[in-house]
């Protein structure tokens, strides 16, 4: 898609395939293993009480949730 070998500027080629540039540049950052360790358990949580919804984070996971991620 974007070739940085090539003659024409990184800008330019972004402009001619209406790419931001910033997507072009971006790098992303690796995720910490507290931070999957966490999604994974906020994914068992919704998995297990899919009713609950927003509610299970902010009522009746977040003290379990931290405790359960420290160990």
Do not use: W
Request: aromatic share 4%.
């Amino acid at each position: 898609m974007i070739d940085r070998q090539q003659e024409l500027p990184v800008t330019h080629q972004a402009k001619l395939l209406n790419v931001s540039r910033g997507s072009v540049y971006y790098l992303p950052k690796p995720v910490s293993e507290a931070d999957l360790a966490l999604m994974r358990r906020i994914d068992e949580l919704h998995l297990k009480h899919p009713f609950m919804g927003a509610r299970i984070g902010a009522c009746q996971g977040s003290c379990r949730l931290i405790h359960a991620a420290n160990c």
